[in-house]
């Protein structure tokens, strides 16, 4: 399932506010540089604002309870998300970086795993929450953090990252969730 809020509006300032930058990390790849873009006040406003909207129902009302955003990127668009959504912000960390009891979900990653966590009293049985990151590439990041969300009792109302990778193919790995994406490379 996907949803779509972007409008030409929105696709002009992404285009001239991610800047391509070749060959970094490592040659051949062309990394995608939010950094103008959260320098931007009205861009990141704007930016906010439809990550926001999977997080309202359709008359404009809150329908979420909490948002998560996955480290680290997730945590820079994640929560202002929440404070725009009016909900608390839950932390979605790499293992080992959070000091009380967690939940983990491990999961593959092209070069090796990496594990992700969140504190078992993160999100309450029942709570409906929204699913915050930069980037949707393989899906693993979302995928885990899914899964945690599970773990704890609560319920992916959707999921809203900034950009898609679709050649990475990452939405297959999140099937049975909404997953809005701003910007598709």
Do not use: N
Not at 13 to 34: E, N, T
Not at 53 to 77: H, N, Q, W, Y
Not at 145 to 151: A, K
């Amino acid at each position: 399932m996907t949803a779509d809020v972007t409008s030409p509006v929105l696709d002009e300032l992404l285009a001239r506010l991610v800047a391509d930058v070749p060959d970094f990390p490592q040659p051949g790849v062309l990394f995608k540089d939010i950094t103008p873009l959260l320098a931007d006040h009205d861009g990141f406003t704007q930016v906010v604002d439809a990550l926001a909207a999977p997080g309202r129902d359709e008359t404009g009302a809150t329908a979420v309870t909490k948002v998560l955003g996955m480290e680290s990127r997730g945590f820079i668009l994640g929560a202002p998300v929440a404070l725009a959504l009016g909900v608390g912000f839950v932390p979605v960390r790499k293992a080992g970086k959070l000091p009380r009891e967690t939940f983990a979900v491990s999961y593959a990653l092209e070069y090796g795993e990496a594990t992700l966590e969140v504190h078992r009293d993160a999100v309450a049985p029942g709570e409906r929450v929204l699913l915050v990151d930069d980037v949707l590439a393989t899906g693993g990041t979302l995928e885990a953090t899914r899964q945690l969300v599970s773990r704890c009792g609560g319920v992916v109302a959707g999921v809203s990252v900034l950009m898609e990778l679709a050649a990475l193919g990452g939405r297959a790995a999140v099937s049975g969730v909404e997953i809005t994406s701003l910007l598709t490379v």
